[in-house]
C-alpha cells in the first residue's frame, strides 16, 4: 500500500512544476535554454520547410498533422518488412511478415503498441531503435500538439488567448498554431530530456543498454531439455524509459515488464510505474497556466483523480482481497516479486493513463480486476494518452455542458462561445464510433470460431475477444495473454480499429474547437453556466459512466462479472 501512495505523491509532486514548465514551451516562452534548443528548432523547421512564425487553421493542422502520420506510416511499415537485410541486427531477425508489419507499424503510429509480435525475437535492433522507439517518442508529442491546439480553439485562437480583449469578427478563421512547432517544441524541449533522465537512471538499476549481441549460456538447471540458452539484450533501457513516459507501452521483450531484464529491481518497479502517469499528470497541470483558467486545472485534475482513484482501489481490492483472490490459479501469470497489490495498482494505472504495458498478464489478473481495466480503457480520460487523454475529457466536457445546459433551460455554452447543432453532431458522431467498432468486431469475431483464436470457451474468453478490441480502440495496447492474435485476422481488424480509435478522437474534437473559435463571446451573466465547480465536475462525471460504462453493460456482465461468480461461487 505504501507503494501506491508514493506513486500518486511522487505523480502529483513532480507533475505540478512539469505542467508548468510545460505551458511555457507550448506557449513558445523565452528560456534559458533557448541558446541549446533554438539552433536545432531552426535547422528542424528548415529541414520541413515551414516558417514557425506562420499559424495554421484547424483543417491546416489536422492537415499536417495527418501527412507527417503518412510519411511515417510508409517508413517505418518498409523498415520491418526489410530488416534481415540492413544493418544494427546482431541476432539475425528475419524480415516480418508484411500483416505483421502492417499492425506493428499502425500500433506504434497510433502510439498504441499493442503487440503481435514478441521484439526480442521478431525485431532488430535498427527497427527496435528507429521504428519502435522512434515513433514512442514522435506519437505522444503529436497528440500534445493535436490538444494543444484544441484548447486554443476554445478559447478563441492564438491571438485571442495572447490578448483576451482584442476583438475579432463573427465567423473568421482563427490561428490554431503551427503543428511543427508545437511537436518540435514539445519534443526537444520536453520528451526527449525526461527519457534520457530515465534511461539513465533504469540503466543504473540494471536494464540493459547495449549494442553487443546477447550472450548464449547454459542453464543452471542441468537436467533440462534445452543444453543453451540465448539472453537477449540490447538498447532497452531508451526503449523502457519511452515506452513508460510517453503512455506508449510496448516492450523491448514480449512479456514487457515482467521480464526480470526490463524491470529487474523494486526501484525500477517504482520508476516504471511512476512513468505511467507522471506526463498525463502533468498535461492537466499544463492547462491552467496555458489557458489563463486556474479553474479548469482544478476541473480536470480533480475530476481525473477521483475518477483514478475509485479505479486504483477496486483493482487492489479485487486483485488481493475479493473472494476470489484464494484461487491459486490467480497467480500464474504474476510475477512473485512485486505481489498482487504491485500488479493491481500497475494493471490500474497503465489501462487509466493509456499506455498498455504491463509487469504481469492481465489475462491471469482476478476476473474484476480485468473488467476494471477494461472499463478504464472505455472511458479513456481517466488520466489518458498523452493529449490523447485530455483531448477525450474535452470531449465529455463539451458534451455535459450540452446535456446540463438542455436540463437547466440555459443556452450550452463553454467559455463564452454556445455549442450548436453542428458541433454536438461531430461529438455524437464520435461518441457512437466507440460501441459500434468495439462491439461490431468483437461479434463478427465470436460468431466466427475459425477466426477467433480465444483460449477460453466460457466467459473469460468473450472477455479476451472484448478486451483485445477494447483496448486497440482506446490506443492501450494491453491485452489478454492467451489470445492468439497473429493471424491475418487479428492484424488487418485490429489495424482498422486501431486508426479508427486513434484519428477520429483527435481530429474530430479539433474540428469542433475550431467551429467554437470563429464565434463571438457572449459576457457572462446571471444564466451562464459555470462549468468549473464541484458539482458540475459530478455531473461531469455522471455523464462519463452513462456515455461509456453503461452501453456496454452487457459485454462487461457477459465477459469479466460472470466470470468473477464462476470463481466465487467455485470458493464457496
Not at 491546416?60 to 501527412?67: D, K, V
Not at 450548436?420 to 458522431?429: G, Q, W
Not at 480502440?473 to 486508426?499: K, P, Q, R
Request: proline share 5%.
Amino acid at each position: 500500500m505504501i507503494e501506491i501512495f508514493l506513486v500518486f505523491a511522487l505523480a502529483i509532486g513532480l507533475g505540478w512544476p512539469l505542467g508548468h514548465y510545460l505551458a511555457r514551451v507550448m506557449r513558445g516562452d523565452r528560456s534559458r535554454l533557448d541558446p541549446l534548443f533554438l539552433p536545432l528548432e531552426r535547422a528542424i523547421y528548415r529541414a520541413l520547410g515551414t516558417d514557425p512564425s506562420r499559424g495554421m487553421s484547424w483543417r491546416g493542422y489536422a492537415l499536417a498533422f495527418a501527412l507527417s502520420n503518412a510519411v511515417l506510416a510508409v517508413l517505418v511499415w518498409v523498415l520491418f518488412m526489410t530488416q534481415a537485410w540492413l544493418p544494427l541486427n546482431p541476432d539475425a531477425a528475419p524480415n516480418m511478415r508484411w500483416d505483421t508489419a502492417l499492425h506493428t507499424m499502425v500500433s506504434f503510429l497510433t502510439n498504441t503498441n499493442q503487440q503481435h509480435y514478441s521484439g526480442q525475437a521478431q525485431l532488430s535492433y535498427l527497427s527496435q531503435m528507429v521504428g519502435i522507439v522512434g515513433l514512442q517518442v514522435a506519437t505522444p508529442m503529436m497528440g500534445l500538439g493535436i490538444v494543444v491546439a484544441t484548447l486554443r480553439g476554445l478559447f478563441g485562437g492564438r491571438q485571442a488567448m495572447a490578448n483576451p480583449g482584442a476583438a475579432a469578427r463573427e465567423g473568421e478563421t482563427r490561428d490554431l498554431g503551427n503543428y511543427w512547432v508545437d511537436v518540435t517544441r514539445a519534443t526537444l524541449r520536453f520528451m526527449l530530456p525526461l527519457c534520457l533522465l530515465w534511461a539513465a537512471l533504469l540503466t543504473w538499476q540494471g536494464v540493459p543498454s547495449t549494442l553487443q549481441s546477447g550472450a548464449t549460456v547454459a542453464p543452471l538447471d542441468q537436467s533440462a531439455e534445452l543444453k543453451q540458452q540465448k539472453i537477449p539484450v540490447g538498447p532497452v533501457a531508451a526503449m523502457v524509459a519511452a515506452k513508460q513516459l510517453g503512455t506508449n507501452g510496448g516492450g523491448w521483450y514480449g512479456p514487457n515488464s515482467t521480464v526480470a531484464l526490463e524491470n529487474p529491481t523494486p526501484l525500477s518497479n517504482l520508476l516504471e510505474t511512476l512513468a505511467l502517469i507522471l506526463i498525463p499528470v502533468a498535461v492537466t497541470f499544463m492547462v491552467g497556466p496555458f489557458t489563463g483558467r486556474r479553474k479548469l486545472t482544478a476541473l480536470v485534475f480533480g475530476s481525473m483523480l477521483l475518477m483514478s482513484t475509485v479505479s486504483t482501489g477496486v483493482s487492489v481490492w479485487s486483485e488481493a482481497h475479493s473472494a476470489t483472490t484464494a484461487d491459486a490459479a490467480l497467480m500464474e501469470g504474476k510475477e512473485t516479486r512485486f505481489g498482487a497489490s504491485d500488479s493491481a495498482l500497475w494493471s490500474a494505472l497503465t489501462t487509466q493513463s493509456s499506455n498498455g504495458s504491463v509487469n504481469a498478464m492481465h489475462d491471469s489478473l482476478a476476473p474484476l480486476t480485468g473488467g476494471m481495466a477494461m472499463v478504464n480503457m472505455l472511458i479513456n480520460a481517466i488520466w489518458g494518452g498523452i493529449g490523447c487523454g485530455l483531448q477525450q475529457f474535452l470531449v465529455y466536457l463539451l458534451l455535459s455542458v450540452f446535456l446540463a445546459g438542455l436540463m437547466t433551460g440555459r443556452t450550452p455554452e463553454l467559455f463564452g462561445r454556445k455549442i450548436e447543432a453542428p458541433e454536438v453532431r461531430l461529438l455524437a458522431l464520435l461518441i457512437l464510433l466507440q460501441p459500434l467498432v468495439v462491439l461490431g468486431f468483437s461479434a463478427i469475431t465470436l460468431a466466427l470460431p475459425s477466426i477467433t483464436g480465444n483460449s477460453n470457451p466460457g466467459f473469460h474468453g468473450i472477455g479476451q475477444v472484448f478486451y483485445e478490441y477494447a483496448s486497440a480502440f482506446a490506443n492501450n495496447g494491453s491485452g489478454f495473454e492467451g489470445l492468439g492474435d497473429a493471424t491475418y485476422w487479428w492484424n488487418l481488424s485490429c489495424a482498422a480499429v486501431l486508426a479508427l480509435g486513434r484519428y477520429p478522437a483527435l481530429i474530430v474534437p479539433l474540428a469542433v474547437a475550431g467551429l467554437l473559435a470563429r464565434k463571438r463571446v457572449a459576457p457572462e451573466s446571471g444564466g451562464t453556466l459555470h462549468a468549473e465547480t464541484p458539482t458540475f465536475a459530478l455531473t461531469l462525471i455522471a455523464v462519463i459512466a452513462i456515455l461509456t460504462v453503461l452501453q456496454f453493460m452487457p459485454a462487461l456482465v457477459l465477459g469479466p462479472i460472470a466470470d468473477h461468480l464462476t470463481l466465487a461461487t467455485k470458493a464457496l
